[in-house]
């Protein structure tokens, strides 16, 4: 019923940037929180930043300073953008929202999840 898509991941080296994008569609209704998490190999998923529907943003210490969410309501969209990338932001970079969505003539809400999308830090 909703799908997100990132895209923007790739390679890039030490003190580079990158601007991650997710999409949201399917029979939205609205569209609460969205974030970004990430999974490096042998290590835990861990959120990297959110942001509410009126744009109030949390995140990871490890990212402050240099990462900027942001979100364009009225597309469904959720933005990453990653600056002064090291090499220990190396992951797989997961979207995620909080959607109410339309299902058999009812109204439902979800956590929904993307697919991932790999960003590689070279030294």
């Known amino acids: 019923q909703v799908q997100l898509v990132e895209s923007g991941g790739g390679l890039v080296q030490l003190g580079g940037s990158l601007r991650l994008s997710c999409a949201a569609s399917g029979s939205i209704v609205r569209i609460g929180t969205m974030g970004w998490f990430r999974q490096a190999p042998g290590k835990q998923r861990e959120l990297v930043a959110d942001?509410?529907?009126?744009?109030?943003?949390n995140y990871a210490d490890s990212v402050k300073g240099r990462f900027t969410i942001s979100r364009d309501n009225a597309k469904n969209m959720v933005y990453l953008q990653m600056s002064s990338l090291e090499p220990e932001d190396t992951a797989v970079y997961y979207c995620?929202?909080?959607?109410?969505?339309?299902?058999?003539?009812?109204?439902?809400?979800?956590?929904?999840w993307g697919q991932g999308t790999q960003v590689t830090v070279s030294s």
């Open positions: 942001i509410t529907s009126d744009n109030n943003t």
């Open positions: 995620n929202a909080d959607v109410t969505y339309r299902s058999m003539m009812r109204h439902l809400r979800s956590n929904w």
